[in-house]
């Protein structure tokens, strides 16, 4: 009896509270993550927007909770749905095995890197991964990403046998409506937090917000970076002035490749220009 070379494919499941979401319903969340429209979902899935709608119904009914809504313009996840696709994107990264450059960033840095990795990279082989500055060190000291993009330049100070260069400049908008505070999970929040404390101003944090429209609505004190702001189109006045607030942003790697210096040249270059 000849011996037949098995095939081995991974494939991912996640638990959301006490269900087990199986790997096509995290596609339908990842797809709808990305497109922002369930029409465009459907299409990169391959399915009608009906199906993709019943998939999304069934999803909610089984985690037991909402997890995508509504916009002018089109469907998005809510705070929820894009915990569960964050963690569905991590979870497929690093079960799939890669030869190509990957670069990391966050919301604040995400107009930044589109804009160099559409000089640097025009044949759209090098990998780009939006998540938080924590994840994205995770990954970056796992050698899952050859670039990383940080956002809170007090993280440098806890990282050894890297190289970084500074490539923007942001500023934080403080927004003071007394003690209670929400936590934007992006961006130099300890640097705004460390003011406070400097100050010896009163203050406790309440919640961790993914969406700034949300956390604005809140009615909490905030946060939040002057870039995402005006890029955003909100209208927000600063009870602090955000010169006081002004940081650097980061790229950070550890092999100084020339693919890598490349990449890196052009964030310098697109930061210049935002």
């Known amino acids: 009896m000849s011996v037949r070379e098995l095939k081995l494919e991974p494939s991912v499941t996640l638990r959301v509270g006490n269900v087990v979401l199986t790997e096509r319903q995290l596609q339908v969340i990842q797809a709808v993550?990305?497109?922002?429209?369930?029409?465009?979902?459907?299409?990169?899935?391959?399915?009608?927007?009906?199906?993709?709608?019943?998939?999304l119904s069934q999803i909610?009914?089984?985690?037991?909770?909402?997890?995508?809504?509504?916009?002018?313009?089109?469907t998005r996840l809510n705070e929820e749905g894009?915990?569960?696709?964050?963690?569905?994107?991590?979870?497929?990264?690093?079960m799939?095995?890669?030869t190509k450059l990957v670069v990391g960033g966050t919301l604040i840095t995400e107009e930044l890197l589109l804009r160099a990795l559409s000089r640097a990279d025009p044949q759209g082989e090098c990998g780009l991964i939006i998540s938080d500055d924590g994840r994205n060190l995770e990954d970056f000291q796992a050698g899952l990403m050859d670039v990383i993009v940080l956002d809170d330049p007090l993280l440098l100070?806890?990282?050894?046998?890297v190289q970084w260069q500074e490539v923007a400049s942001d500023r934080l908008l403080h927004?003071?409506?007394?003690?209670?505070?929400a936590r934007f999970l992006y961006g130099a929040q300890r640097i705004g937090f460390r003011h406070l404390e400097t100050r010896g101003v009163d203050h406790r944090v309440e919640r961790t917000f993914r969406?700034?429209?949300?956390?604005?609505?809140s009615g909490l004190s905030f946060f939040l970076n002057e870039s995402l702001v005006l890029r955003k189109g909100i209208k927000l006045r600063s009870d602090t002035d955000p010169g006081i607030l002004a940081h650097q942003i980061n790229a950070v790697y550890k092999k100084g490749t020339p693919a890598v210096r490349k990449i890196v040249a052009e964030i310098r270059r697109a930061g210049r220009l935002v």
């Open 33 to 55: 993550h990305e497109e922002g429209s369930q029409n465009r979902a459907a299409r990169k899935l391959g399915m009608s927007t009906p199906v993709l709608n019943r998939y």
């Open 60 to 74: 909610e009914a089984k985690v037991g909770a909402r997890l995508v809504q509504a916009t002018p313009r089109g």
């Open 82 to 94: 894009e915990r569960i696709a964050l963690e569905y994107g991590a979870l497929t990264r690093r």
């Open 96 to 98: 799939a095995p890669s």
């Open 157 to 161: 100070f806890d990282l050894e046998g």
């Open 175 to 181: 927004v003071d409506r007394g003690p209670r505070y």
């Open 211 to 217: 969406s700034p429209e949300l956390m604005i609505r």
